[in-house]
């Protein structure tokens, strides 16, 4: 469970930084029941569900990029661990204005948003 409240608790940081506590309380409130159910969840189900997805996605929309990674032996369980960490931490590893348009993305059009920003 340690990684779920380091991941929550890092985005949260990052909403009060830039809202007032209360609009980031809402902001986390509703990304937590509406937009992304189950990805902070203890079970990890919705989060892990989503990473295999992606996974699936890029051997049919990026064949050249799964071969590579094969080629690398990089296997399912290296490639969704990275995913994952994409996913919880809402891609805070890109530049601010990257993040914060992929945050855009997410409360507008729900996890599609992970996706197309993973590919």
């Known amino acids: 469970h340690g ?11 990052l909403y009060v930084t ?3 506590r209360q609009d980031a309380f809402w902001l986390l409130a509703s990304l937590v029941e509406d937009v992304l159910p189950g990805f902070y969840h203890p079970s990890l189900i919705a989060v892990h569900t989503d990473t295999n997805t992606l996974h699936d996605l890029v051997g049919v929309k990026l064949p050249g990029v799964c071969q590579s990674l094969a080629t690398l032996q990089l296997d399912r369980g290296a490639l969704c661990a990275v995913f994952i960490s994409w996913f919880m931490c809402l ?3 890109l530049p601010g204005e990257s993040m914060l348009r992929v945050w855009d993305l997410l409360f507008f059009e729900g996890n599609k948003a992970l996706f197309r920003t993973a590919l």
């Open 3 to 13: 990684r779920i409240i380091r991941d929550y608790v890092y985005t949260a940081g």
């Open 91 to 93: 891609f805070t590893q």
């Open 18 to 20: 830039m809202f007032t």
